[in-house]
């Protein structure tokens, strides 16, 4: 059963970067159907992508944060990464891991499995 | 970006009841729309994939329609358990945009 955990600060200063992992257990991250991804979701809101990547290392990203985002895969631990600089309060959120599954019947294209997500505070 | 609305935000019933969410987006996705389940303190579950299609161990109560630009997600028969907020999202295209999210409550 494929698995995803966040892992990293949970309160970080502003103007600082924000560092989270996501370490993906049961499986590899190193399949041709899968992009990776965070989500983040601030108290009370909703959802908002922030990125994906590809086990190859190719990324793209949510243009209202792509200047201060960067997601990055190391396979030989099965983790993926996101670093978001220049942190205001209003990056104060739940962040999410997810796999992004190509694979589905049809033209199915969704984010099937999820970390249970880290709480994130900015705030000096 | 595309723009996915909900509607309603939000929605009271009681079990047994049949409940529709609609969901349009501001361009036409074909039948690149999801929707989630989300319980307070928990992480999304992904009911629906391409429009219609349950995802795999989601009760059958759950049923999914739409193409284009509108799109609903129906659930025939309420159950305790169903009480949650609703997101759709569309995956036609970058950025992957989520609606605000339709909270169904007793």
């Known amino acids: 059963q494929l698995q995803l955990q966040e892992s990293g600060p949970g309160l970080v200063k502003p103007s600082e970067t924000l560092s989270l992992t996501c370490t993906v257990s049961g499986g590899s991250i190193s399949s041709s159907s899968y992009y990776w991804g965070w989500i983040r979701q601030p108290p009370g809101k909703g959802l908002e992508w922030i990125g994906s990547i590809y086990y190859s290392g190719s990324t793209y990203y949510n243009p209202s944060l792509k200047s201060r985002v960067t997601i990055s895969v190391d396979t030989s631990k099965n983790q993926f990464s996101l670093k978001l600089s220049s942190v205001t309060a209003a990056d104060t959120a739940v962040y999410y891991c997810?796999?992004?599954?190509?694979?589905?019947?049809?033209?199915?294209?969704?984010?099937?499995?999820w970390g249970q997500g880290t709480m994130v505070t900015v705030s000096s | 970006d595309i723009q996915m609305t909900q509607s309603p935000s939000s929605l009271s019933a009681s079990v047994g009841d049949r409940v529709t969410i609609t969901c349009r987006a501001s361009?036409?996705?074909?039948?690149?729309l999801n929707w989630y389940q989300q319980k307070p303190g928990k992480a999304p579950k992904l009911l629906i994939y391409a429009a219609s299609s349950l995802q795999s161990g989601v009760p059958s109560r759950f049923s999914g329609s739409g193409s284009g630009t509108d799109f609903t997600l129906t659930i025939s028969s309420l159950q305790p358990e169903d009480f949650a907020t609703y997101y759709c999202q569309q995956s036609y295209s970058t950025p992957h945009t989520f609606g605000q999210g339709t909270k169904l409550e007793i």
């Open positions: 997810a796999r992004r599954n190509l694979a589905l019947a049809g033209t199915g294209d969704a984010f099937d499995i």
């Open positions: 361009q036409s996705i074909r039948s690149y």
